[in-house]
């Protein structure tokens, strides 16, 4: 594309500003809260909105139901171009606790703050506010061009903040239709230190709950203790023996697939500067744990963990009772990384657990989710191609991050349709999302558009 | 005493044994469940018919007021025999739940079962039918010898099973009136083969409750796991290294005052052949734990233990949540032998988990209560007169046990009276008590009485 297009694209941006925050407003109104039933009319309100929105600037776009909330399908003819598929989400989280916020969630609003203007209301950064900036793009692509970008397809989900429960049956029951060279995905954040940033690993999830069991009743710890196997004492010392002195998962196998650093990763990583004890100190904490001798970035984004997520076992009311507990229960999950087998990790960890056993004590075990770590293959021109447009339009060196939590789309992208993501989003760190007062920089909706328009252009 | 006049006591009680239990059926008709404010007045009620029954007798009864619910005492003249202090409680515990009793609870009747004849109803054992046993000695001896026995007091204490909140300052309100020669309670059990019994030393308790905080909120495991402490597994840590793998505690200086078997404990609770197997296999387990090496009953009667009673942290509802908690709570009990110091221990303790906490973790630590274990002096002549008394009348040999549990009240009457206390009592281990369908033997309470009988006798 010429030079002289994409300034005409970037400069319609500019000038629609104050009409694409209007839109993303209206957007913003519609309290799509999609684990609320209450709310079902809503979602539904909301997909009608960017299904009209969608129309009215030339997709070909429709509702599709599901059992759930629908999908808002949209989409470009096909061209020369390679075809790609944009993701985002027209649901939002709920508002509780309402009386947190200083202005009521679905009356948006624009505001200035000591660091900028910012668009406030629930949704604004999660996920409205971001997938408008690709669909901004789009809008003034077709002013400059005439048309709309070649060969793509837009996907807007309604349930990301309910767990998404009718996305996997909906991308296995359109593979065809949905499976294109690349997905966009624009859910993310930049980088903490303030530069845009494209997320190409994120570490895989597996889940399991121990519910370990001795006698079969509670005993008094008085007549019994001293004989009586204790559920509690043996899921505390199979947890503590879960790890070794310096850090490391004792679990057999456990590191097999977990790669170390490239020398390419590990420049962006540094160059981020990323202070550890700052980080921690915004939660009162101060020193990183966790396997010691690697950088705290790669502990986050790039060595698998082990973590309690929670315990429960015997009295734990008010006051005291000297019980011996008939059982005790854990839910403990594992961050993957690289490779890492989940299926495979499972298993050690129920051999694990099992090891501690006394011989008349049971365990049983549920399955809480897994899946693998969801690392993209940077080689695709794409990622080179996309971290150049950002660099340029932020006038900041782009970076390749990792993430430490799990976005489940990407892998069921690339497990169903066998396409890699590309997730590039305009988030910041105090966006507050899933809190009261959520906001978006206008910043961010501005440049977030300008950054998908120079990225559509070096892509088609 | 000769032995025309116990034969004269015995015959009575034996004749008489009709009418004393129409006595105690009055008696468990009273619901005087003390933790309920719903009950108040019927504890009243029940502290009334023991003061006008033992008046009746000839005691000197009075009912004396607390700030809770009031103590019975009952005196007759000093003589030339030891002055005896004789224990028991009048009040029970509840009754839920309800739907699991075969009959209303305080609607007693005499059954017949497969193993004899009972006397079903709450309070029947505990401790109503137990305390009745003396008195009804007590009235025995007055028709054979025209006059109460001498010298004694009798304490009928009404908050026994809500946690006894008056009966420390009443003790030491009232040393002087209380303290005697020697301590008689009647709210423990027969061996569990059947033999009667003298409980000669019971294990102390300590209770410490640990809540270790990290983070100042809850963290999200995928943006903080690898970095952040997790104060679960802390905790786990800590709690697991409290043993080593023999079941030995590592607590600094712990064993100091545990004392080793004497040879005549040690013959006594070996001819008692406790079938640890058989016993756990009650409870759905089949393996003693602890240290190894050592007989079953010293385990559990001799050697101290430490118990994790509660813990809990994290999320702990249904599902799943990938949280990185703030906190984390466990509840630690020891139970303590010979001449364990409790305050010492509780320091260990704390020191212990301490060691484990990382430096931006905090832990606070509540104390619930913390007494040594009582091992009763039996080189006094009383305990090996009881023995052949109570082996004369069940025709079985006598033997000293100790108890894994914690009588609070032999501890007080040591510290505060200054007197070793001869706990004897005919409860069957399955008597229920606690417990839907509590239940009494009209062995236990006929021979019970006939014991106390033989036992005043011998100190009379």
New interface residues.
């Given amino acids: 594309m010429s030079d002289a297009k994409i300034d005409q694209v970037l400069d319609h941006l500019d000038a629609g500003l104050p009409q694409a925050i209007d839109r993303l407003m209206g957007f913003l109104r519609i309290p799509s809260i999609s684990t609320d039933p209450a709310h079902d009319g809503d979602v539904r309100r909301a997909a009608e909105w960017l299904r009209d929105e969608l129309a009215s600037m030339g997709f070909a776009a429709e509702i599709r139901d599901t059992t759930g909330h629908p999908m808002v399908v949209a989409k470009t003819p096909p061209g020369e171009a390679r075809p790609l598929l944009f993701y985002g989400h027209y649901d939002v989280q709920p508002v509780d606790p309402l009386d947190l916020w200083d202005r009521p969630p679905f009356e948006p609003a624009l505001e200035d703050t000591p660091d900028g203007q910012v668009i406030r209301g629930r949704g604004a950064s999660d996920d409205k506010g971001q997938l408008m900036t690709f669909v901004e793009a789009c809008r003034a692509w077709k002013h400059a061009h005439g048309a709309l970008p070649e060969g793509l397809t837009l996907l807007f989900e309604g349930e990301e903040e309910s767990g998404s429960p009718s996305l996997v049956p909906f991308l296995e029951g359109n593979r065809d239709e949905l499976a294109q060279s690349l997905a966009l995905i624009c859910d993310t954040g930049m980088s903490s230190d303030g530069r845009p940033a494209i997320s190409t690993q994120l570490?895989g999830?597996l889940?399991e709950?121990i519910v370990l069991r001795?006698?079969?009743?509670d005993?008094?710890?008085?007549?019994?203790?001293?004989?009586?196997?204790?559920p509690?004492?043996i899921?505390?010392?199979a947890?503590?023996?879960l790890?070794d002195d310096t850090g490391r998962v004792t679990l057999p196998g456990f590191y097999d697939g977990v790669e170390e650093l490239s020398d390419d990763l590990r420049r962006d990583w540094e160059a981020l500067d990323f202070d550890?004890g700052e980080?921690?100190s915004r939660?009162?904490?101060?020193?990183?744990?966790?396997e010691q001798g690697r950088m705290?970035l790669e502990?986050?984004w790039n060595?698998p963990?082990a973590?309690?997520?929670?315990?429960?076992?015997?009295?734990?009311g008010d006051?005291?009772?000297?019980?011996?507990?008939a059982e005790?229960?854990?839910?403990v999950?594992f961050?993957l990384t690289g490779t890492q087998d989940p299926a495979r990790i499972r298993e050690a960890f129920r051999a694990h657990i099992r090891a501690h056993l006394?011989?008349?004590?049971s365990v049983e075990f549920h399955e809480?989710?897994g899946s693998p770590a969801a690392v993209m293959d940077t080689s695709d021109p794409a990622f080179e191609a996309a971290k150049t447009a950002l660099s340029e339009e932020w006038d900041r060196e782009a970076v390749f991050i990792g993430?430490?939590?799990?976005i489940p789309i990407a892998g069921d992208f690339k497990r169903i349709l066998g396409m890699d993501s590309m997730l590039i989003g305009f988030g910041r760190d105090d966006d507050r999302i899933h809190s009261p007062n959520e906001k978006y920089d206008v910043e961010s909706f501005a440049k977030g558009a300008r950054s998908w328009a120079r990225i559509l252009a070096t892509l088609r």
């Fill in positions: 570490r999830l889940g709950e001795g006698a079969d009743r005993l008094h710890s008085g007549s019994f203790g001293g004989l009586a196997a204790n509690i004492q899921l505390c010392n947890l503590a023996a790890k550890a980080f921690l939660v009162g904490l101060k020193h990183p744990v966790g705290p502990m986050v060595q963990t973590e309690i997520n929670g315990i429960t076992g015997g009295y734990t006051g005291f009772k000297t019980v011996l507990p005790a229960r854990a839910k999950s961050r006394p011989g008349d004590c809480h989710g993430m430490g939590g799990s």
